[in-house]
T-cell receptor, first 110, second 114 residues
Framework: GESVGLHLPTLSVQEGDNSIINCAYS??????FIWYKQESGKGPQFIID?????DKRQGQRVTVLLNKTVKHLSLQIAATQPGDSAVYFC?????????FGSGTQLTVLP | KAGVTQTPRYLIKTRGQQVTLSCSPI?????VSWYQQTPGQGLQFLFE???????NKGNFPGRFSGRQFSNSRSEMNVSTLELGDSALYLC?????????????FGPGTRLTVL
């Protein structure tokens, strides 16, 4: 069936470097994606979203890229900070439910 | 504006028991969704309620049920608990029940089944 997944379960980056977290999906009809950040002991927190009529969207220090041809999206975090350490999920926002990928644990090294 | 609140935050039960978890959505939000989060299966959708009606249901056994009250608060119940039900149960609220509607998550209830 349709699924949303993530490439790497863990990612370590140096403080100040840029981070790139990848996500693949299988349903070509998917048209709305959201990136969530989940810190330890908390629920997922909305970071940024993108619809299929866009291939790039920018927020504060974050950029999401969507490649519909290869069914891939990525989250780029500029100048990664210690507070960015968390698990990041991509999710497909379908009809009245979210389908989540498996998550990437981002660790920011001092 | 207060966020989504869930009670209790932690719960320990034994196999065969039942449990009820509570969720209070953000004021004005009418849709409440429930998710189960486990290390093995990740985040999985349980069900969604809007205006006291279940609008959508995930692929979980009938032991998992829920309801929503007229004030939009929601409860979920798990009967005949199994070890595999140990998980973080997350509630999310949104303004209305439709696509492209941002969901706000609560901190979750950590359920441990012994």
């Amino acid at each position: 069936g349709e699924s949303v997944g993530l490439h790497l379960p863990t990612l370590s980056v140096q403080e100040g470097d840029n981070s790139i977290i990848n996500c693949a999906y299988s349903n070509s009809a998917s048209d709305y994606f959201i990136w969530y950040k989940q810190e330890s002991g908390k629920g997922p927190q909305f970071i940024i979203d993108i619809r299929s009529n866009m291939d790039k969207r920018q927020g504060q220090r974050v950029t999401v890229l969507l490649n519909k041809t290869v069914k891939h999206l990525s989250l780029q975090i500029a100048a990664t900070q210690p507070g960015d350490s968390a698990v990041y999920f991509c999710a497909e926002n379908g009809v009245r439910q979210l389908t989540f990928g498996s998550g990437t644990q981002l660790t920011v090294l001092p | 504006k207060a966020g989504v609140t869930q009670t209790p935050r932690y719960l320990i039960k034994t196999r065969g028991q039942q449990v009820t978890l509570s969720c209070s959505p953000i004021s004005g939000h009418r849709s409440v969704s429930w998710y189960q989060q486990t290390p093995g299966q990740g985040l999985q959708f349980l069900f969604e309620y809007f205006s006291e009606t279940q609008r959508n249901k995930g692929n979980f056994p009938g032991r998992f049920s829920g309801r929503q009250f007229s004030n939009s608060r929601s409860e979920m119940n798990v009967s005949t608990l199994e070890l595999g039900d140990s998980a973080l149960y997350l509630c999310a609220s949104s303004l209305v029940s439709r696509e492209y509607n941002e969901q706000f998550f609560g901190p979750g209830t950590r359920l441990t089944v012994l």
